[in-house]
């Protein structure tokens, strides 16, 4: 889908900013909590962690959400949508806790029945094995698919519809296409494709060569 998260080479964010040299991993001690209950809002939600379903919900989640609240803000976000989604929590429940956590006297909602989605991993981590060979070779030329799919994809909008070379193969990997919505892991071979900055943003652009891992569903041979 093409939401809030693929915001790569759209204009109107202000220049990047890179991370300091000596910057730690949570900034403050509410962050790694933050982390923590995504990683078990998602074993919670989903019966086992699904990075690909975790990234979903991010996407969905509307401007002041993703942005104001800061990067794990939004994984805190991201969380309560996994929660309420699959009936683990009622949509109110966060909201009347916190307010009775103020001193309120609020009532919260019952809990509900959950409705986990029918998931479980084949196996640990994303990286799987395929048995067909790769459809394209080191150096081939091919194009990153011009689509706009209504689901979850990996598939960067910036490089979609334009041409790149293909720099590595990668190990094959679960597609998140498919894995986000629990419609089965469907492995793919995952490739380096560099692209010219030229050919992606025009060439009144920087000069330099950007990377992209992509999928091979993602790619097509240029006739």
Request: proline share 9%; aromatic share 8%.
């Amino acid at each position: 889908m093409d939401g809030i998260a693929d915001m790569g080479g759209t204009p109107g964010w202000g220049p990047m900013h890179p991370p300091r040299r000596d910057e730690p991993v949570f900034e403050e001690p509410w962050q790694g909590r933050a982390f923590a209950l995504a990683i078990l809002s998602s074993r919670v939600a989903f019966g086992g962690v699904n990075l690909d379903a975790f990234r979903h919900a991010l996407e969905r989640l509307d401007r002041a959400a993703y942005l104001d609240d800061g990067y794990f803000g939004r994984w805190i976000n991201g969380a309560e949508l996994m929660l309420t989604e699959s009936a683990i929590l009622a949509p109110s429940a966060i909201d009347a806790r916190a307010r009775n956590l103020r001193g309120e006297d609020v009532e919260e909602p019952p809990i509900p029945e959950p409705a986990r989605p029918d998931y479980m991993r084949t196996a640990e981590g994303s990286l799987r094995t395929v048995d067909s060979a790769p459809a394209f070779t080191v150096g081939k030329p091919v194009r990153a698919k011009d689509m706009s799919p209504p689901g979850h994809t990996r598939l960067p909008g910036y490089v979609r519809g334009h041409t790149g070379v293909v720099e590595r193969i990668q190990p094959a990997a679960v597609l998140p296409d498919t894995n986000a919505h629990f419609q089965g892991e469907n492995p793919q071979h995952v490739y380096t494709v560099r692209f010219d900055s030229r050919e992606v943003w025009g060439s009144d652009s920087e000069p330099f060569a950007l990377t992209a891992e992509l999928y091979e569903s993602y790619l097509e041979t240029i006739s």
